[in-house]
């Protein structure tokens, strides 16, 4: 499991890094947003750890962006004491969170937890190769001409 985690301070990043590590999950780091962001969109994972206070570009803007090109990967906001309520997170499409301080073993378990319930992939409403469409919802079989 490939695990993107996007914080800036480097005690917590050598914190969970090492945990994950020894969990044998694959973990990459980028320590401000546009480095997260460049990352969330031009790779893989199977979960984002995003911090919400980073420097150049917060959390929920990344998290804005990318779920605003469907990018529907799993993502854990890790959040100071009571900076932000529940709901607004949940609103912009983050799928838990975490106060900090937080114990390794918390964050485990919410990695987990969210990881298990996964996400089912939605198929595209439209494919298309060359001049051959193809319309799944519609039942629709055409060429363009």
Do not use: C, W
Not at 15 to 31: P, R
Not at 32 to 55: F, K, W
Not at 77 to 106: H, I, N, Q, R
Request: glycine share 6%; aromatic share 6%; net charge negative.
């Amino acid at each position: 499991m490939r695990i993107l985690l996007v914080e800036d301070d480097k005690g917590i990043v050598r914190f969970v890094k090492k945990g994950l590590l020894e969990h044998s999950f694959s973990v990459e780091v980028a320590t401000h947003g546009e480095e997260g962001l460049d990352s969330a969109l031009h790779r893989q994972y199977d979960l984002i750890v995003l911090d919400i206070l980073l420097p150049e570009l917060d959390g929920r803007e990344i998290l804005q962006r990318i779920r605003s090109i469907n990018i529907q990967t799993p993502v854990i906001f890790l959040t100071a004491k009571d900076s932000a309520p529940t709901l607004f997170m949940v609103e912009l499409g983050a799928d838990d969170y975490l106060t900090k301080p937080f114990s390794f073993a918390e964050l485990l378990a919410r990695i987990q937890a969210v990881l298990r319930r996964g996400k089912p992939l939605s198929s595209p409403s439209r494919l298309q190769l060359a001049n051959l469409i193809l319309e799944p919802d519609g039942h629709r079989v055409y060429r363009e001409q």
